[in-house]
């Protein structure tokens, strides 16, 4: 069974920077959408945020919230999807989960936890 699994996550004061990963354990074909979710503290019961995605043809979108601060990238070869996060804020606080979809599959990461705070 295919795996996502996701590391980078950690504790970081306000205006540091970490770097998530998300890597499939074999390749389940053309991964048309990857994302990152986020879900914040509190709010288990609502939607989990979208914050970026990337399409198959490189198209990028991110969250009102993470734009001039977040970057997202993927390696096609690995199967893998990062997201580099700087001048991370307070409110930036919450599980990360990867999300992939290709034509055969959707998969979703365990969540890393990321912490801001001084």
């Known amino acids: 069974q295919v795996q996502l699994v996701e590391s980078g996550g950690g504790l970081v004061q306000p205006g540091g920077s970490l770097r998530l990963s998300c890597v499939a354990s074999?390749?389940?074909?053309?991964?048309?959408?990857m994302a990152w979710y986020r879900q914040a503290p509190g709010k288990q019961r609502e939607k989990r945020e979208l914050?970026?995605?990337?399409?198959?043809?490189?198209?990028?979108n991110y969250a009102e919230s993470v734009k001039g601060r977040f970057i997202i990238s993927r390696d096609n070869a690995k199967n893998a999807v990062y997201l580099q996060m700087n001048d991370l804020n307070l409110d930036d606080t919450a599980v990360y989960y990867c999300?992939?979809?290709?034509?055969?599959?959707?998969?979703w990461g365990q969540g890393t936890q990321v912490t801001v705070s001084s």
């Open positions: 914050v970026a995605h990337v399409s198959s043809s490189d198209d990028i």
């Open positions: 074999r390749s389940i074909g053309n991964l048309y959408y």
């Open positions: 999300n992939v979809r290709s034509s055969i599959a959707i998969l």
